[in-house]
């Protein structure tokens, strides 16, 4: 299965309003796992100064919807609302998340990181971590030892290094 840039996996409400507040563009969006209904999705969407939260619903056949139209996958149901509004209430068409700066694919840990939330990923000092996404000042995604997550920027270092 292709990563997208759009799926958080488990991070935090809050962690995702962080990041989506830092965006320029209405409709930058993520889906993430559903903290209140472990098993489910949710669509965080930045539009003014606010962040609005949909639940990924499902129908008995498996179908992914947020409101009537119904998708075989999440994305399906993210691609049909780049050009169909994700709100009944305002126009909001969904956009990948603007990588504010560009910072190498990889970076290597200054000191160990224990994940303390869900969604976290940990590591030890000297480990190569691959850069998923550095759109958050403080907090980036990234790989490493097989597990992705949620990791603070200040722990990592820029290398030059393809791997």
């Known amino acids: 299965m292709k990563a997208h840039p759009w799926f958080f996996g488990k991070i935090p409400r809050a962690k995702a309003e962080e990041m989506l507040n830092k965006q320029r563009h209405d409709g930058a969006f993520l889906i993430r ?28 056949a498996g179908k992914y919807f947020l409101w009537v139209v119904k998708f075989n996958s999440l994305n399906e149901l993210v691609e049909y ?29 200054l000191f160990d990181f224990d994940p303390q939330e869900e969604g976290e990923l940990g590591f030890r000092r000297g480990d190569f ?32 290094r393809n791997m």
């Open 33 to 60: 796992e559903s903290e209140s209904a472990p098993g489910d999705f949710s669509l965080s969407v930045k539009f003014g100064n606010d962040v609005q939260h949909f639940k990924v619903l499902r129908d008995g």
């Open 81 to 109: 609302h780049r050009t169909s509004s994700v709100s009944r209430n305002q126009q909001i068409f969904l956009r990948e998340i603007e990588q504010v700066h560009q910072h190498p694919t990889y970076v290597q840990a």
């Open 129 to 160: 971590i691959q850069v998923l996404d550095n759109s958050d000042p403080n907090w980036w995604k990234g790989g490493c030892h097989g597990q992705t997550g949620m990791f603070p920027r200040n722990y990592v270092t820029p290398v030059n």
